[in-house]
């Protein structure tokens, strides 16, 4: 089981950007499972961004509703988080993350079984 995560940059405040979380591995496919994003800023703890469950269930945290969206695209195999309007506080190393149990609090970063490197997002004032 591998998890890329991959999309981040630099960008100017009121941007966007995409970030994707690519499975790969024989028998590895994301609607089996649960996907979560998380975010970790220097200095900060890693805190959950979004998140899809394998039945297409949606979440998003409240500081990043309204502008960031999970989505999956089940032909690539991959779970996509849109992020817009972006701001000089979103700037962190971005990680995905996926789980096959039910019933977990998803915004939870022990609910995951397997985690991506993270890609990083710097967003500039």
């Known amino acids: 089981v591998q998890l890329q995560a991959s999309g981040g940059g630099l960008v100017q405040a009121g941007g966007s950007l995409k970030l994707s979380c690519a499975a790969s591995?024989?028998?590895?496919?994301?609607?089996?499972?649960?996907t979560g994003w998380f975010r970790q800023a220097p200095g900060k703890e890693r805190e959950f961004v979004a998140s899809?469950?394998?039945?297409?269930?949606?979440t998003t945290a409240d500081s990043v509703t309204g502008r960031f969206t999970v989505s999956r695209d089940n032909a690539k195999n991959t779970v996509v988080l849109q992020m817009n309007n972006l701001k000089p506080e979103d700037t962190a190393v971005y990680y995905c993350?996926?789980?096959?149990?039910?019933?977990?609090?998803?915004?939870?970063?022990?609910?995951?079984?397997?985690w991506g490197q993270g890609t990083e997002v710097t967003v500039s004032s």
């Open positions: 993350a996926v789980t096959r149990k039910v019933g977990v609090p998803l915004e939870r970063a022990g609910s995951y079984d397997y």
């Open positions: 591995g024989r028998t590895f496919t994301l609607t089996a499972y649960s």
């Open positions: 899809i469950t394998w039945r297409g269930g949606r």
